[in-house]
């Protein structure tokens, strides 16, 4: 009996910030989905629109397209970073964390209409290759510049989950893995990479979660015919007043990220545990 009210007395503290979660996240999210399914009787008819006009799943693939592209590229620059930061004095490891931080204390806004600067007709990039003899490079209003704008934005939730989980792995692993025969390069992908991959997975989902519904950058650097999800969803909203069909669109959006998130929580799960059980052989082994 004690022992039952000492479970629920530990849940007690957490009953504001689940009061305030159900009112500002599952009620609005309730109130779409019946929307969604109403016609205004029921009807799965605003979900077989999506799947049949031609324009949502074009949008969809561009999006998740982009969403990936975004994530490969953040992933490719983000983990040589992280990684030097566990390499370096504590020093430099404080200026590289403030430069990872500087988009955080910088307007959305400004950061955008800085690349619209850099990649305007014009600008400096259009003109770096003019210099070199590549002329009609068009980056504005394209899913190409809108993917390096994006890259930019993103790479901080990639570079911080992957230094947390760099930097805690024991190097005396990579110096044992030498001492057996082992290359530099084998060391890495034989023992540094498979205790990394969590921090991977981390920095991945987070980058592709987010970049799936990404709304500013895509608005400002695109166009609506290359649009993405997010600005499918705020045309249907606030031109078509269509909250229906915009229902149905935000309702398989989410229940696409809660797929990819559960099956990252399982394969981070594994990969976590697996770390464990290597880092935590006996030493004289």
């Not at 000492?6 to 009112?23: E, N, Q």
């Amino acid at each position: 009996m004690s022992s039952n009210k000492i479970r629920w007395s530990s849940w007690l503290p957490l009953v504001p910030a689940l009061a305030l979660l159900a009112g500002i996240l599952l009620v609005p999210l309730g109130k779409t989905f019946v929307r969604s399914v109403s016609n205004p009787d029921l009807t799965l008819a605003n979900y077989e629109h999506l799947f049949t006009d031609g324009v949502t799943m074009t949008v969809l693939g561009r999006t998740a397209l982009t969403a990936a592209t975004v994530t490969i590229a953040a992933l490719l620059l983000g983990y040589p970073y992280a990684y030097l930061m566990t390499r370096v004095s504590a020093r430099t490891r404080g200026i590289l964390l403030v430069v990872v931080l500087i988009p955080f204390w910088t307007s959305v806004m400004a950061r955008n209409f800085a690349w619209i600067i850099i990649l305007q007709d014009g600008g400096p990039v259009q003109s770096a290759f003019e210099a070199v003899g590549i002329d009609d490079v068009v980056l504005y209003g394209t899913t190409a510049g809108v993917t390096i704008a994006m890259t930019q934005v993103m790479l901080p939730f990639m570079v911080l989950p992957l230094f947390s989980t760099l930097g805690a792995i024991d190097r005396k692993l990579l110096l044992a893995a030498r001492g057996l025969g082992s290359s530099p390069t084998a060391a890495f992908w034989k023992v540094f990479w498979p205790l990394s991959r969590g921090g991977v997975m981390a920095g991945v989902m987070l980058v592709f979660t987010l970049s799936l519904g990404f709304y500013v950058t895509p608005a400002l650097l695109g166009s609506p015919q290359q649009s993405l999800v997010a600005q499918l969803l705020a045309q249907r909203t606030t031109l078509l007043l269509d909250f229906a069909a915009a229902g149905a669109l935000g309702m398989v959006v989410l229940v696409i990220t809660l797929v990819l998130v559960v099956w990252a929580n399982r394969v981070g799960g594994t990969v976590s545990a697996i770390g464990v059980v290597a880092t935590s052989q006996p030493k004289d082994r």
